[in-house]
């Protein structure tokens, strides 16, 4: 395919090759575009472990630092004022694309995507394809214009004279737009570029610090950006050294093998909201969200009229009346779970649970709602207990069945069902790949497959468990 994707690789290429940096003769940037991939990097040769792939000096990594922007007067007082990662560097790569071919990054510039399919751009209509997907609330589009528009616009309009003399002759919708895709090249691309490995504060082991890498900045690193990531594949890694950044082979690879990076354990609902696309492979990592207020909602539900009068009935029936499922007295339950960092707006389950079926601080939650007015005034000087999920215990009955009523609720969140959704799958795939917009509800549907999934499996698992407890305490 000679065309003018072809030629943008090309003239990258030469770009690439003519800065203070080196690629190996064993690797291709190759046109993956009939996966849905775009560009994508391939060996072949046959490389070997630890073998250098290419690599790029640390000067030519487009970022704050080594941008014109940063090194004017007035660059050097906007930047003053600013106090995240993201709205400087979105700053600087509008500077550099509008400077156009005085920008040293131009035909890096030219292989960027103009276009994204990650969820910041997808109509109403392709996002209702994701149902009750969580990954709905964390697009932040609506935060994402009011920076824009409140500080991106302002600050390059007021230095168009002085800096963004192209700005003059585009509108402000069209500087939005640019401003997002610029956002979404960062979230798409970006590395978090390590220290010179002798500057770097590490531990007896040699790891960074987790308070140090939080404070890493963005940059964008050519080539190294161009690999494509599937969980599972990884063959590669970016190493920092002292004036490069060198990618290296972590395995031996094939002549023919796509060469692939790693985006770590993101699940599929994440990947499509930060990379525009999902794998197989990142299956294994899926999770479904409980919302906190769902589970407030099922318990307002079940809360008897009146605390049980029995024991045998405490055992199967909510301790906490529905008279004290006030909103005063929730929130007192809500600042005891806070003070113990026991309280978190929604619970993940995922598909292999490390800490059990159900995470810890959503059992915390149920135990802590659970309790009568009286009850909590006793125990809120002391640790949250958990839920006993142990069948052997006679308590186990009412939270194994709060919980599938949880489950089930949340499933019926959906839309459809994890039969109608399965179904689907089977037809859709012949035509996501010859329409956008296809592919964009092709990949929502396998999100919402791999969230009902994991609900199924622990309602399945949690009403085993349920029965197990009835039997083994004579209830039916």
């Known amino acids: 395919m000679d065309d003018d994707f072809s030629e943008r690789t090309r003239s990258f290429l030469s770009w690439f090759q003519s800065r203070r940096s080196n690629i190996s003769p064993k690797i291709q940037l190759?046109?993956?575009r009939y996966r849905n991939s775009g560009r994508?990097?391939?060996a072949t040769q046959d490389i070997a472990q630890d073998e250098q792939l290419f690599s790029i000096s640390r000067s030519d990594i487009l970022s704050v630092e080594n941008s014109r922007f940063a090194h004017t007067e007035v660059g050097k007082s906007i930047l003053a004022d600013l106090d995240d990662q993201w709205t400087p560097l979105i700053l600087v790569m509008i500077f550099e694309f509008l400077s156009g071919d005085d920008s040293q990054w131009k035909p890096y510039f030219d292989i960027l995507p103009t276009h994204f399919n990650s969820l910041m751009f997808w109509s109403d209509d392709e996002l209702g394809q994701l149902q009750a997907s969580a990954v709905r609330q964390k697009i932040g589009r609506e935060e994402a214009n009011e920076m824009f528009s409140e500080k991106i616009i302002p600050l390059v309009r007021r230095n168009t004279l002085a800096l963004f003399l192209d700005a003059s002759s585009i509108s402000d919708a069209d500087l939005l737009y640019l401003a997002h895709r610029m956002g979404s090249t960062i979230m798409s691309y970006a590395f978090d570029l390590e220290k010179d490995p002798s500057q770097q504060e590490v531990d007896e082991d040699g790891y960074a610090s987790d308070e140090e890498e939080?404070?890493?900045?963005k940059g964008m690193i050519p080539l190294a950006d161009m690999?494509?990531?599937?969980?599972?594949?990884?063959?590669a890694r970016l190493f920092y050294e002292k004036s490069v950044v060198t990618m290296r082979a972590l395995k031996p690879i094939a002549a023919g093998e796509e060469i692939f990076n790693d985006y770590g354990p993101l699940p599929r609902a994440d990947l499509l909201r930060r990379y525009g696309y999902i794998t197989q492979g990142h299956a294994i990592y899926d999770v479904v969200e409980?919302?906190?207020?769902l589970v407030i909602d099922v318990f307002r539900a079940l809360a008897p009229d009146h605390p049980p009068q029995?024991?045998?009935e405490a055992l199967v029936t909510l301790h906490c009346p529905k008279s004290e499922m006030t909103d005063a007295s929730l929130e007192r339950k809500f600042e005891y779970l806070d003070e113990y960092e026991a309280l978190d707006d929604g619970y993940d389950l995922s598909r292999s649970p490390d800490e059990g079926l159900i995470p810890a601080m959503l059992l915390s939650l149920i135990w802590t709602l659970d309790l009568s007015a009286a009850d909590f005034d006793s125990k809120k000087d002391s640790k949250p207990r958990q839920a006993s999920l142990d069948p052997k215990k006679k308590d186990s009955m009412r939270f194994f069945a709060v919980l599938c009523h949880i489950?089930?609720?949340r499933l019926n969140q959906y839309t459809t069902t994890l039969a109608d959704d399965e179904q689907l799958a089977l037809v859709v795939e012949q035509t996501a790949l010859n329409d956008i917009s296809e592919y964009r509800k092709a990949m929502a549907l396998h999100v919402r497959i791999g969230e009902k999934q994991i609900l199924?499996?622990?309602l399945l698992q949690l009403t085993n468990a349920r029965d197990e407890a009835i039997r083994k305490h004579g209830r039916d």
Do not use: C, W, Y
């Open 30 to 32: 190759a046109d993956l």
């Open 40 to 42: 994508g990097v391939v």
């Open 214 to 217: 939080a404070f890493l900045p």
């Open 227 to 235: 690999l494509n990531a599937d969980a599972g594949k990884n063959n």
């Open 290 to 293: 409980i919302p906190r207020q």
């Open 310 to 312: 029995t024991s045998q």
């Open 407 to 409: 489950v089930e609720a």
């Open 456 to 458: 199924h499996s622990a």
